[in-house]
């Protein structure tokens, strides 16, 4: 088997619990095959530094990484990735920067990315790069000569080619995406749209199954779902830290029922809608009011973009306007936690809720859905509310399936899992758990490498790519 080498913005060393399931996951492989992982180390420095590789050698597996200046932080991470790209793969060209010219700092991480993994490739070695931050990546190692299988995962949604075109040099983006042998999707709606966009703006020619030929070069792209390690949440759900999670959560709200939400403080999350549609349900159902706490976990993220500030405040005023209109001397209808909770505690937190409010406005996937369902009692399992928007939603019927715009919808969804009999909540539970066991990331990540194996491999030139 080939030497991977996985290419990501962040890299975690695969040895740590918190590091969480896709590393994992990547580690197996890792392992096995005496990997690389190549990525930003986290680090701002001063641009005069020195900017050699840094190397760590975690295991059989080594963490190659390279810091970035604050101006190319800046423009590649905050500004085109997490100002540009985040909002409009998102569908929200409303919350776009596209004037503020980070693009050329996301060329030049890209390049910096290329031109620091280069000496460390051997010939025969398969490349996996992830998510929106690298796009141009394989455009540029091919530039470099580089000559190997590369593959790409776009982690978050491709939204439909209306919406892609309104990104300045979007073609140049897709067309970056032929340099790749294989290019993974979390659905088969964001394949759908990648086959739209390339067919109608890049006038791409469909070949065999889901293989495109433009700018001389043909791809291949596929949807690869991924899931969860569900042996590896199995042993954290048994850990002390889980247990004692449940034991307090189980003990403090023994009267009522639990529902909970844990997200990282996005926009593409939905929170405020969330919000919206649980003061309904108060509103709607008064007698079921003070038997019910909905606990909000969203965990600060990207805080210097500021879209995310925006988002802060309207939940923060949402859940104190809950609170007071709603509350009692011995109730609280919201706990709002602006935390990140340890991911060895989150079983327990899960196993303790009836219900799990799971109701992004775009998720590229969402693990959050397949976490709370593997860490269910299933004599006694809990009710997935989910978004037909979230990328999980196509793989996980069974939930209750909602419309998180839709806010009336969505409170008689949370009084229906709220009230849900046994019998049927377990078994919808188990319809729902036989997708999430067959299509774990284990799964994921050995069909996509496979996929990649036998992408007709092409000689990929390097001039058409000039960018
Ligand atoms: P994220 O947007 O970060 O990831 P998600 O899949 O919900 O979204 O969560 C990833 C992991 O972070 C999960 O293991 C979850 O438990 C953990 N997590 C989230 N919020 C947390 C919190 N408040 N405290 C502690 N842990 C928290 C992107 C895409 C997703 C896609 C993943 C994986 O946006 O759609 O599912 O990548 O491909």
Redesign the pocket.
Known sequence: MSRLVVVSNRIADPRQTAA???AVALAEVLNSTGGLWFGWSGKIVDATEDDAVHVQQAGPVKLLMVDLSQVDHDAFYLGYSNGVLWPVFHYRLDLADFDAGYIGGYRRVNQLFARKLLPFLQPDDVIWVH?YHLIPLAAELRALGCKQRIGF?L???LPPPMILAAIPGHDWLIRALFAYDLVGF?SRQDLRHFGDYVESEAKAQPLEEHRWRAFGRTVQAGAFP?G?DVQEFNELANGSDALEMYERMKREYYRRKLLVG?????Y??GLPQRMRAFREFLTKNPDLRSSATLIQ???P?RENVSAYTDILHELESLCGSINGNFGDLDWMPVRYIH?????AR?PGLYRASRVAL?T?LR???????K?FLAAQDEEDPGVLVLSRF???AEQLKEALLVNPYDTEGTAAAIQLALQMPLEERRHRHQALMRSVRQFDVHWWCESFLEALGQAQAEEKGTSWLRL
Do not use: C, Y
């Not at 935390?339 to 991911?343: G, K, L, S």
């Open positions: 969480g399931g896709l998510d995962f982690h978050i949604p979390q991924i969860i844990v997200d990282r403080l996005d593409s999350k976990i969203a965990s993220s935390r990140t909770v340890a991911r989150l799971v992004p998720d590229g996937m969402n693990l959050v859905a976490e979230a990328g999980a």
